[in-house]
């Protein structure tokens, strides 16, 4: 009779069951076969179990591969037997228990943020006794919040103490909390310890701490997403501030000022900011115009940033490649591939030669379009300019090849790039994308283990890219892994994430509500906007109705009518 300690997952039990019991089981039952070369055989479709996660088969896995087997591994039906000492198999424990670890760490931390939004920074101090207690091991988002929340609740003594606690702990802040913990430092008139909660930044620790002004630009800047209203107000409430203080702005106060208003936009605001500037006796220069011009891509507005230009122009500047490379890149953000090549011309009409950062612009708009022929003519003329391509270059190729759904050509260009440099993660992630895209599996299979035998780090565009494979077919656990992941090596959870996660939960058979639910208001509680696609997922997973109760008790208005998202 086997024997199994409690803490023996049921899957490997089963396996060493198999190899010890030979032919007692049969190794059809509670087990069904993968077809070679498909990634999505084995399971029905879905991981709404371990049993399934574990019975997906006897492939061989690359060491430090974390899951049980590889998503791409095709089986062999000639093997009988499992084994009982995988290292995939330890690992993959050592993952679940890692996760489960963390998500202990993270259930603490979304109860700290609800008490740094109440100003509640005695229930936060209370939080954090019980998680020494509970010997839960806190991380840079927990004491984030403790300081945060004793910053809201203006108790600067107490914020003092816990950066304090952060020095000796060195557990730092780490750049998605960063600009909260400026944000509620500076309002609460603690300038002066901002550099504690930001260590580690260089660009942070030079900061003179006179305004507030400074310090929320700061903010804006370490984040890549667009300014929302709520932060292109408080850059205005800091500048007024600054100004009732007596401080007079200099040209570089409004050229940051204007940046901020238009990249969220607010022209208007924009216009009269620069009327003040002028009637100061302070004319925009270069730099101005540049932030102007680049603030209009957001807007994928191609007319109002050739409007700047000829202001510039009108105003005395003479034309700069930096301005004109600028405009280039509104074009390709706007998807304009028409516009991008008449302002390459314009450049060489105006006496200049187009340099690197030019035609990667191009090659850019092009990827955008998803036109291969024309990002492969801008590559020939680039190199007959005797500009070398870098790796900028071919990750606009790769992309093109994904935006016209051709993986095989995504990898021919990858192929060249490996012949003339070392690749990075841009464009293996472009490939990635460029397969998915195509729904061309085994070559995405190929793709991630070429780039994990290359030695290519994994960023967050990889891990979603990844898991949008395994939330196609419903199979959360390994969405959910690669989610903890991503966590682990320093990427936040964003909109990308969650919509991976809701997916998966829709898509699994049966259905998963309860985890749905729960990573809904884990993503409203951490500040993530939900958007179009999130709240689909949600309905798909949960019901229409129930989506509707939640999000109405969330205080969340039910987004408008659109196109279903893609599964």
């Known amino acids: ?42 399971s029905g479709g879905s991981a709404s179990s371990r049993g399934s996660r574990d019975s997906r088969g006897d492939s061989k896995k690359p ?14 039906a000639n093997k009988g037997g499992w084994s009982s000492e995988s290292a995939a198999d330890v690992e993959a424990m050592q993952l679940r228990r890692a996760r489960e ?128 209203p709520k932060d292109v107000g408080k850059a205005l409430e800091f500048f007024h501030e600054m100004v009732r203080q007596g401080k007079t702005p200099d040209l570089h106060h409004y050229t940051m000022l204007l940046g901020v208003l238009a990249t969220g936009g607010r022209w208007e605001e924009v216009r009269k900011q620069m009327k003040d500037m002028r009637e100061k006796g302070l004319e925009p220069n270069e730099v101005t115009y540049c932030a102007l011009i680049s ?42 591939v028409p516009a991008a090549e008449r302002w390459l011309m314009k450049i060489k009409d105006a006496g200049m030669a187009p340099d690197t950062i030019s035609h990667n612009t191009f090659l850019d708009a092009c990827a955008r379009a998803g036109d291969i022929a024309s990002a492969e003519v801008a590559l020939q003329r680039m190199t007959r300019q005797k500009l070398e391509p870098d790796a900028m270059s071919y990750n606009a190729l790769v992309r093109a090849c994904s935006g016209a759904n051709n993986a095989q050509q995504a990898e ?42 290359e030695g290519v780090a994994k960023d967050a565009a990889t891990f979603t890219t990844m898991a949008l494979l395994y939330a196609r077919r419903g199979d959360f656990d390994r969405v959910e892994d690669l989610m903890f992941e991503a966590r682990e090596a320093g990427f936040p959870h964003l909109e990308t994430e969650y919509s991976c996660l809701l997916s998966a939960y829709a898509n699994a058979r049966p259905r998963e509500p309860k985890r749905a639910e729960r990573v809904f208001r ?11 696609r999130t709240s689909r997922f949600l309905g798909m997973a949960l019901g229409r109705n129930g989506a509707r109760d939640l999000m109405v008790e969330l205080g969340i208005p039910e987004p408008q009518e659109s196109q279903p998202p893609d599964k």
């Open 1 to 42: 009779m086997l024997r199994f300690g409690p803490c023996v997952p049921l899957g490997l039990a089963l396996r060493r069951g198999l190899a010890a019991g030979g032919g007692a089981l049969e190794q059809g039952a509670g087990r069904s076969e993968r077809p070679v070369g498909s990634p999505f055989a084995g």
């Open 63 to 76: 060491s430090g591969n974390p899951f049980t087997s590889n998503p791409f591994a095709t089986a062999d």
């Open 101 to 228: 670890a963390s998500e202990k760490t993270w259930q603490y931390n979304r109860m700290l943020g609800v008490c740094s939004a109440a100003q509640d920074f005695q229930g936060a101090e209370r939080i954090m006794q019980r998680m020494i207690k509970d010997r839960i091991k806190p991380n840079n988002e927990t004491f984030a919040w403790v300081i945060s929340a004793s910053a809201e609740a203006r108790d600067i003594v107490r914020a003092e103490f816990w950066l304090n606690r952060v020095a000796a702990t060195r557990l730092y802040p780490k750049v998605p909390q960063q600009g909260a913990v400026l944000r509620s430092l500076a309002e609460a008139g603690a300038i002066g310890l901002v550099q504690g909660a930001s260590v580690g930044d260089s660009a942070a620790r030079t900061l003179t701490g006179s305004s507030g002004f400074f310090l929320h630009i700061k903010s804006l800047s370490a984040s890549s997403r667009e300014p929302s």
């Open 295 to 336: 603030g209009s891509a957001y807007g994928k507005d191609v007319k109002l940033a050739e409007e700047f230009f000829s202001e510039a122009v009108a105003s005395g500047l003479q034309p700069t490649l930096g301005m004109m490379n600028a405009v280039l890149k509104v074009a390709a953000r706007s998807v304009d």
């Open 412 to 453: 021919s260009w990858l192929d060249r790039m490996m012949e003339a440099m070392q690749p990075d993660t841009r464009v293996f992630n472009a490939a990635l994308k460029a397969c998915v895209d195509a729904k061309d599996f085994v070559r995405l299979g190929k793709l991630y283990e070429r780039m994990r035998e």
């Open 522 to 532: 884990d993503m409203v509680t951490e500040g993530v906007a939900p958007n179009d």
